[in-house]
Every structure is written in C-alpha cells, then in structure tokens.
C-alpha cells in the first residue's frame, strides 16, 4: 500500500490517477497535512505503508521536516519516501536529499516516473502483490 501525503486537491487527484494507471489495484491512502501524516503513521495499531509519496510544501509540518521526524524514528526510519517537488524547487530537493529521501519525483506524477522510482527501490513486486 501507498501513502500520499498531499494537500493541492488538483495535485492528490492527478497523482491519484496516474499512480492508478500504473498499478490499477494499489491501495492508496491520503493524508493532507504533515501533521496528520505523523499522527497516522506513529499510530501502532495501524500498518506501515510500503511507499510514501511526500509533498514538500504541508501546512501544520513542513515535508522536510516531517521526513526529518520519520528518519529519526525508529518505526519509521527504514520508510521508502519519494518526494514530490516541482520542477522549479532545486534547493528543497537537494534539502531533501539531505533528509535521507529514497527519491524524488517532480510534479505533475507521471506514470512513467512513479514506475521508474518505483523499480528502483524494489517495489514493482507490489505490482504482482496488489493485483
């Protein structure tokens, strides 16, 4: 499963169907602020995603910051994170990158970027696994 943490409503619905085309089955949770995302992902009872797709710019936490906390944790620290940027934000990539992300995808989410992020870091077996 995914978790997308977005909160451009245009943006979370492009990305929503483009992650859709490039696997149709792919549980996709959202969360719209860093600060929920936080709650959500602390919480014991519930699962860990398998793959986080973060917006830099979150009210209540900063993307940067919120994968600062999730590095630091030790529930969280081994997360496969992909920042979401756009195209025009190199020194929040370059920061993220600094943050211990896994990758980055600029926006609009591109099916052929989300797959080849996603075959980098091994998880096109969730392909095999959702459908």
């Known amino acids: 499963n995914l ?14 169907r483009q ?6 089955r792919l549980s996709i949770e959202i969360c ?8 959500r992902l602390m919480d014991l009872d519930l699962p860990l995603p398998d793959m986080i797709l973060l917006d830099l710019k979150l009210p209540k936490i900063s993307g940067l910051e919120l994968l600062r906390r999730l590095r630091m944790n030790a529930r969280t620290s081994n997360l496969r994170i992909i920042v979401l940027s756009a195209p025009d934000e190199p020194e929040e990539v370059r ?6 992300a896994d ?16 075959t980098r870091l091994g998880m096109l077996k969730l392909k095999a696994h959702v459908l």
């Open 95 to 100: 920061g993220t990158y600094q943050q211990f």
């Open 32 to 39: 719209r602020d860093g600060e929920l995302a936080l709650v």
């Open 103 to 118: 990758g980055n995808i600029e926006k609009p989410v591109s099916t052929d970027a989300f797959l080849t992020e996603a």
């Open 3 to 16: 978790l997308l943490i977005e909160d451009n409503i245009d943006d979370k619905q492009l990305s929503v």
């Open 19 to 24: 992650l859709r085309k490039a696997l149709e």
